[in-house]
């Protein structure tokens, strides 16, 4: 069965420093990959999906990246985290099946920027 | 994708019938409807799809308007454990896969 994890479940960090969070799937292989956010009392935003390794398309301008070195670990980054990147960071994954793609999320990850 | 539109929150008493609706008068013949909910400090977890029939599965019930301008998710039975941010999501066939997620209808389950 397939399983995905998200690390760590919650973090706080000072505006400025930077962050590293990390997704990975078990169980399915070439899965497409993605990061959400959700801010507090919003909906989620997608920020980042991937297709394959290296192939990172961006939904949202911001000082956040994501990277995709291994075919089932999705990384978000980073370099100087600001006060409004605080959220709940969600990864999810799905495999294409023709019109139908149900999308399955991790446990998510809640970052408190101070 | 096409945008839908839902009510902001609800109220149900558990062990009754609840109908969330979901408008989407522009959605095109391509589109599939899809729900999803999201309990509280959760990620979103599916629930079911459809295209133009009405779907069951042992979770909920679609039935979707003859025009597709409008569909009704019906959870036969609440329970507590029901209480989430239900989202209804249109996605075009062939896709990249993106799911557009809007406010949705936050769903309270009373004892």
């Known amino acids: 069965s397939q399983t995905i994890h998200q690390w760590p479940a919650t973090l706080v960090q000072p505006v400025g420093s930077p962050l590293s969070l990390e997704c990975t799937v078990e169980?399915?292989?070439?899965?497409?990959l993605y990061w959400y956010r959700q801010a507090a009392g919003r909906g989620l935003q997608l920020l980042f999906y991937?297709?394959?390794?290296?192939?990172i398309s961006s939904e949202v301008p911001q000082n956040l990246s994501a990277s995709r070195p291994q075919d089932r670990q999705f990384i978000l980054s980073s370099k100087k985290l600001l006060l409004s990147d605080s959220g709940f960071y969600l990864c999810?994954?799905?495999?294409?099946?023709?019109?139908?793609?149900?999308?399955?999320f991790g446990p998510g990850t809640r970052l408190t920027v101070l | 994708d096409a945008k839908t539109t839902q009510p902001n929150s609800m109220e149900s008493n558990e062990e009754e019938p609840v109908h969330l609706p979901c408008n989407h008068s522009?959605?095109?013949?391509?589109?599939?409807i899809h729900w999803y909910r999201q309990l509280p400090s959760q990620g979103p977890e599916y629930v079911i799809h459809?295209?133009?029939s009405n779907v069951n599965n042992r979770m909920a019930s679609l039935a979707i308007a003859e025009d597709r301008k409008s569909s009704t998710l019906i959870l036969h039975r609440a329970t507590l454990r029901d209480a989430a941010v239900y989202y209804c999501?249109?996605?075009?066939?062939?896709?990249?896969?993106?799911?557009?997620f809007g406010k949705g209808t936050k769903l309270s389950v009373k004892p």
């Open positions: 169980g399915t292989s070439n899965p497409n």
């Open positions: 999501i249109l996605r075009e066939w062939g896709s990249q896969g993106n799911l557009i």
């Open positions: 522009t959605i095109s013949g391509t589109d599939y």
């Open positions: 999810a994954w799905s495999v294409e099946r023709g019109p139908y793609n149900e999308q399955f």
């Open positions: 459809g295209l133009t």
């Open positions: 991937s297709v394959g390794i290296g192939q």
